[in-house]
């Protein structure tokens, strides 16, 4: 790499990191997992809602995943969709707030629908959008460190102003405290949105990216769409690379799923608490600062030690929750916050180290298709997997749903000990 080119990779890098970490804590502070099925719950609707609203999230992402990838391969200006997403989220956010504290109970529910789905949409595009960019823009070692400093300086970030802001508001009414940190969030992803725009892309890959424009197939059409998404699984499935990363990346579904559900049960037994909310997202702020040199650390020796270690503390959380709403060894929210704390570490780790891996790994001509295509094939089997879920939940109990997660996420972390070590090819992933 030219001088020239590594003083703009420095550049950008900064930037980078300004802005990833305004919006790591924006998506904390406001974290739809979370907050809203927290939120949820204290405005008294439904849990087979608040449970429905995972799989409304993955139908989102799936819907992205399957329609949005072909135009986030064919942008230009990367940086502007992400500014773009960004913007929308927090208008999101902005109308589900307003929803809960003006709006009637069947506007609430509509509201929240509303957001969740599009915040889905947003979010995924935003994914693989990032996934690209970082690609192109950055080497191996600066990608690495950009998202666990970015982790760790987000959940710093984050912490701080959760616990200033619940001092403030420590008197005030529940919904008012809510309102405080999503409304936090909300200027955040503002923020990051407009610094995201000082961002100087590379021209690299703009021929490539000008050729599909201008190439008639690339003309929506649903059905189109889908017979591109089948044969390029079919072109990819042929490949060792995506086929091994594929296999672990459906395993490691229930990690990321183990959050909302998690709130859900904190939200039913605390959601009257002063500190039930704030614990919650205090707990997810410190899970960052820790998981950032905690899975660098252990990345460098080994991706699927990640994997296995995250899918290992998943499980755990969920079997200590389950544990303690039967036998209730704590009553406090701080069982809750710690089990959070746990997961959160665990979700942080899994999902760093596999974007980390899979930029490493997959070729750059395949890059946007097989995220499209592995995102596909997780989203539909999460939209299947969270309906049953949130079906056990309204029927016995959330605690029910978090035992079968936790079993699935221990039966994971076999699958990942036994498939053969997933970055040995990819140093620093």
């Known amino acids: 790499m030219n001088d020239d080119s590594s003083n703009e990779e420095k550049r950008n890098l900064s930037i980078l990191r300004g802005q990833g970490t305004l919006n790591t804590m924006a998506w904390t502070l406001a974290n739809p997992s979370v907050v809203i099925s927290y939120l949820a719950i204290s405005l008294d609707l439904p849990v087979i809602l608040a449970g429905l609203l995972v799989t409304l999230r993955q139908a989102a992402c799936l819907t992205t995943a399957l329609f949005g990838t072909p135009i986030a391969a064919r942008r230009l200006r990367k940086k502007v969709d992400l500014a773009a997403t960004d913007v929308i989220v927090a208008l999101c956010f902005f109308?589900?707030?307003?929803?809960?504290?003006?709006?009637?109970?069947?506007?609430?529910?509509?509201?929240?629908?509303?957001?969740?789905?599009?915040?889905?949409?947003?979010?995924?595009?935003?994914?693989?959008?990032?996934t690209d960019l970082y690609g192109d823009m950055l080497r191996s070692d600066s990608r690495d460190r950009l998202f666990y400093s970015v982790?760790?300086?987000?959940?710093?970030?984050?912490?701080?102003?959760?616990?200033?802001?619940?001092?403030?508001?420590?008197?005030?009414?529940?919904?008012?405290?809510?309102?405080?940190?999503?409304?936090?969030?909300?200027?955040?992803?503002f923020s990051a949105s407009a610094m995201v725009l000082l961002v100087r892309e590379l021209s690299a890959s703009v021929p490539e990216a000008k050729?599909?424009?201008?190439?008639?197939?690339?003309?929506?059409?649903?059905?189109?769409?889908?017979?591109?998404?089948?044969?390029?699984?079919?072109?990819?499935?042929?490949?060792?690379?995506?086929?091994?990363?594929?296999?672990?990346?459906?395993?490691?579904?229930?990690?990321?799923?183990?959050?909302?559900?998690?709130?859900?049960?904190?939200?039913?037994?605390?959601?009257?608490?002063?500190?039930?909310?704030?614990?919650?997202?205090?707990?997810?702020?410190?899970?960052?600062?820790?998981?950032?040199?905690?899975w660098q650390s252990?990345?460098?020796?080994?991706?699927?030690?990640?994997?296995?270690?995250?899918?290992m503390m998943a499980a755990a959380a969920g079997l200590i929750l389950f544990a303690n709403h039967f036998l209730e060894i704590v009553s406090a929210p701080y069982i809750h916050a710690v089990a959070l704390f746990v997961v959160s570490v665990a979700v942080r780790g899994v999902t760093t180290a596999r974007s980390l891996y899979f930029m490493d790994v997959a070729p750059k001509q395949y890059r946007v298709i097989s995220l499209g295509a592995s995102k596909v094939i997780v989203r539909i089997l999460g939209v299947g997997l969270s309906m049953i879920l949130a079906t056990v939940a309204h029927l016995q109990h959330v605690a029910w749903a978090i035992?079968?997660?936790?079993?699935?996420?221990?039966?994971?972390?076999?699958?990942?000990?036994?498939?053969?070590a997933l970055s040995e090819t990819s140093g620093n992933a």
């Open 95 to 130: 109308v589900a707030l307003a929803s809960a504290a003006f709006g009637t109970s069947l506007m609430v529910t509509l509201a929240f629908i509303g957001a969740i789905l599009i915040v889905g949409l947003a979010g995924e595009y935003q994914s693989i959008v990032n």
């Open 151 to 189: 982790m760790t300086f987000g959940g710093a970030g984050t912490a701080a102003v959760a616990l200033l802001s619940h001092q403030y508001f420590h008197d005030s009414p529940p919904f008012t405290r809510h309102a405080a940190m999503v409304s936090i969030g909300i200027v955040l992803f």
């Open 298 to 311: 252990v990345g460098h020796l080994s991706t699927r030690a990640v994997m296995i270690a995250g899918a």
């Open 403 to 420: 035992l079968i997660i936790a079993l699935i996420n221990a039966a994971a972390a076999i699958l990942a000990f036994r498939v053969s």
């Open 211 to 294: 050729a599909a424009v201008a190439n008639p197939a690339a003309r929506f059409s649903i059905g189109s769409r889908i017979r591109e998404v089948i044969e390029n699984f079919k072109l990819l499935i042929e490949m060792h690379w995506f086929r091994k990363y594929l296999v672990v990346r459906i395993a490691l579904l229930t990690v990321e799923m183990s959050i909302p559900f998690y709130a859900i049960l904190a939200a039913l037994s605390h959601h009257g608490s002063p500190r039930g909310l704030t614990a919650l997202v205090v707990s997810t702020a410190l899970a960052l600062c820790v998981a950032g040199p905690l």
